[in-house]
């Protein structure tokens, strides 16, 4: 959870000040929440380094106008489907869940019909 929030800050930090890429070392099972971050086109593209194990360069699209918020909180919330299903039709945002299916976004979710603990949120700032 501490690296998934390093990530989540970093993002938010390099694309604050235009930046077009950053390297950053992280765990090894990264690849779940760097699909879901070029799925929302937050994330143009991520290499890996040779040399490091797992250091990684991640590449931003600075074009868009989202905005990642972490959950900081230690115990997350738990959102069910059903709030899913209420909440998601009211606001434009979208959240990233762990699932026992895995990490979804909100859409998934939905589609799936099962719920989980929120990562962090993803804002449209217009």
Avoid: H
């Amino acid at each position: 959870m501490r690296e998934l929030l390093k990530l989540v800050n970093l993002i938010n930090l390099n694309r604050m000040y235009k930046k077009k890429y950053f390297e950053i070392r992280l765990f090894n099972k990264a690849t779940a929440i760097f699909k879901i971050l070029i799925k929302l086109n937050i994330v143009n593209f991520i290499k890996k380094k040779q040399t490091y194990n797992n250091k990684y360069i991640i590449f931003l699209n600075l074009d868009n106008k989202l905005k990642l918020v972490p959950m900081i909180k230690k115990s997350n919330k738990f959102i069910t489907y059903f709030n899913i299903k209420r909440v998601c039709g009211q606001r434009k945002w979208t959240a990233i869940l762990s699932t026992s299916k895995g990490l979804l976004t909100t859409k998934e979710c939905l589609k799936k019909k099962t719920g989980g603990l929120i990562l962090f949120n993803v804002l449209i700032c217009a």
